[in-house]
């Protein structure tokens, strides 16, 4: 039993189905919008962009359960949240560490479209990168 059937088994499908179709267009959005932060016209609009997806990916894992990812995107979330505050455009290793997140998302979707396993989060995720340009 993968990660869809044990929400299915635990939540209202229209819950899980909902989130689904949300997640999946959240996912697909991340990469534009991270490498949206390299031009500084963008900037403010895609970090505040990417900080409201982080932030609903949050709450909705954490309603559903789904630890890894509402850990994942919680830890996201604060170091969003310290780049609102900088002035563009962002260092090319934050780009790099958000593009990275952005596949670990993904994997995650495809987890959930095939029923696997939720793959387990790549350490590499973990180190902050230097958010100074």
Do not use: C
């Amino acid at each position: 039993m993968g990660i869809r059937s044990d929400l299915e088994e635990n939540f209202d499908f229209e819950i899980v189905d909902e989130f689904l179709d949300h997640y999946s267009m959240m996912v697909e959005s991340m990469e534009v919008m991270i490498l949206d932060l390299a031009k500084p016209n963008m900037y403010e609009r895609s970090i505040n962009e990417l900080f409201r997806l982080f932030h609903n990916i949050k709450s909705a894992s954490g309603y559903l359960k789904i630890i890894p990812m509402h850990k994942l995107s919680a830890f996201v979330e604060d170091e969003l949240e310290k780049l609102r505050k900088k002035k563009p455009p962002v260092s090319e290793e934050t780009i790099n560490w958000l593009l990275d997140i952005s596949d670990m998302f993904a994997t995650w979707q495809d987890d959930l479209k095939k029923d696997n396993e939720l793959s387990k989060i790549k350490y590499s995720l973990l180190k902050i990168p230097d958010l100074e340009k």
